[in-house]
């Protein structure tokens, strides 16, 4: 089984500032960093430093050859990456608070230029149970999820950043959702507390696997195995910023290395909790051994 991940990859510059900026407000940064980043280029790190067999399909300018690079030293495969000398790499602006908290304004750039005849062409290269990734930061989301259902593609879906344009998916083609509280509250128009919000998801789409994230509060589980919960590990907060995307790539990748879903969400949080000490995005995702020793820590 391959996994194909079809997804961003930003250019990251991250200030830290003492608190978010307000509106009319103007402050001024203690630091500024430039990591790479991305939510698909993270989770295919992830995915790939967790030892999964992951392809990575998107779209970088000129300036974000070193994306490129960064992928091929966590063992992904960019054979479906592309190089356009028309748009800028995707950046992000992250502000980041005295507690690691975080809040990102995206710029598109490149990760806009996926077009359907690209999804057509590499989409051809894959099989019917094979597994596809998306998050919600590409162009031609909808087409992509459709043609990728007609080929019998398992297709995990993780709805971030969470917007109108969500709903223009057939969400009855999706397999697995990888998402938080608010992401979730969004999808099903809900205000409920998490154990009801998992229900409630569960109702929604009951075909599909629910991972629910809930920060230093673990996550949550639905699905064919049952109901599952998994604690978050206490660390020192640094920076936020990846920790989704560790959990996305560590769970999927330990799903389909045929472990349970109790141990691969204990997997996801150890990663998560190593990601979250450190700084940057994808520069914070921890290797597998890391992961692994982190335990007996």
């Given at each position: ?79 479906y990456l592309r190089i356009s000398e028309d748009v800028r790499t995707g950046n992000a602006v992250i502000q980041k ?201």
């Amino acid at each position: 089984m391959k996994i194909l991940n079809f997804g961003s990859l930003n250019i990251d510059y991250v200030y830290s500032v003492s608190h978010f900026v307000e509106k009319g407000e103007t402050i001024s940064s203690n630091t500024l960093d430039v990591f790479p980043g991305g939510k698909g280029l993270n989770q295919s790190i992830a995915l790939g430093r967790a030892g999964g067999d992951v392809y990575h399909a998107g779209i970088i300018g000129e300036d974000g050859r070193f994306l490129s690079e960064l992928l091929c030293d966590a063992e992904v495969d960019t054979r479906y990456l592309r190089i356009s000398e028309d748009v800028r790499t995707g950046n992000a602006v992250i502000q980041k608070d005295r507690k690691g908290d975080n809040c990102i304004i995206l710029y598109g750039g490149a990760n806009q230029a996926v077009t359907k005849e690209m999804a057509d062409q590499v989409l051809r290269e894959f099989h019917e149970g094979d597994c596809l990734i998306l998050q919600n930061e590409i162009s031609e989301i909808p087409y992509i999820v459709e043609k990728a259902h007609e080929r019998g593609m398992q297709i995990v879906l993780n709805p971030s950043p969470m917007d109108e344009k969500i709903f223009d998916i057939n969400l009855n083609h999706i397999d697995c959702f990888i998402l938080n509280e608010v992401e979730a509250r969004t999808l099903v128009q809900s205000d409920a507390d998490q154990d009801v919000l998992l229900k409630q998801l569960t109702q929604r789409f009951p075909h599909a696997e629910i991972v629910l994230t809930l920060g230093e509060n673990g996550s949550m589980y639905a699905g064919t195995e049952g109901v599952a919960e998994q604690k978050a590990y206490k660390v020192e907060t640094v920076d936020t910023t990846a920790a989704g995307d560790t959990v996305t790539g560590y769970y999927i990748a330990a799903r389909l290395q045929g472990q349970t879903v109790k141990k691969a969400l204990h997997m996801a949080s150890k990663a998560s909790a190593i990601a979250v000490s450190m700084e940057g995005a994808a520069p914070s995702i921890p290797k597998k051994d890391e992961v692994e020793r982190f335990e007996e820590d």
